[in-house]
């Protein structure tokens, strides 16, 4: 198993994910991973959520190609900002990532953005959605920045 795969079990695990196969990643640190069922899951980080989106292969494949998918999935406006206020490529192992967390207030602009590890993204946005998924809509929390 990958190291990707590994820091997923181990920080996402919790959601039921048991993954196989990283299919796909973004600049975002977005992952969609094939689990041992067949089934296609994406981990979003900047929503904390990490959900089933395909049952199976043929399934998965209608949804590539949607466009609604894949304008989400790519964050074609996202991406302009960010290599706009970072002015150059990410290092290996780097991705964008949102600062502050969409559910907690955060925004998609270049403001909020910051580069950090794939790593540290999928670590942060696990243990954090790990500690909030029982939590009530509107509840105050004191959260630590990725960064």
Not at 51 to 72: G, H, P, R, T
């Amino acid at each position: 198993m990958s190291d990707t795969l590994e820091l997923v079990t181990q920080h996402w695990g919790w959601t039921g994910l048991n993954p196989e196969r990283l299919i796909a990643e973004n600049e975002f640190g977005n992952l969609i991973i094939k689990d041992t069922e067949g089934k296609f899951w994406r981990i979003c980080p900047e929503e904390i959520s990490c959900e089933v989106i395909a049952e199976n292969d043929a399934a998965y494949n209608e949804l590539v190609k949607s466009e609604e998918f894949n304008d989400d999935w790519f964050m074609e406006l996202l991406l302009v900002a960010a290599k706009k206020k970072f002015s150059a490529e990410l290092a290996d192992g780097e991705k964008y990532t949102l600062a502050l967390p969409e559910p907690f207030g955060g925004e998609y602009n270049a403001t909020n953005l910051r580069t950090v590890s794939l790593e540290r993204i999928i670590q942060f946005s696990g243990d954090l959605g790990k500690e909030i998924k029982d939590l009530p809509d509107g509840v105050k929390v004191k959260v630590q920045s990725i960064v």
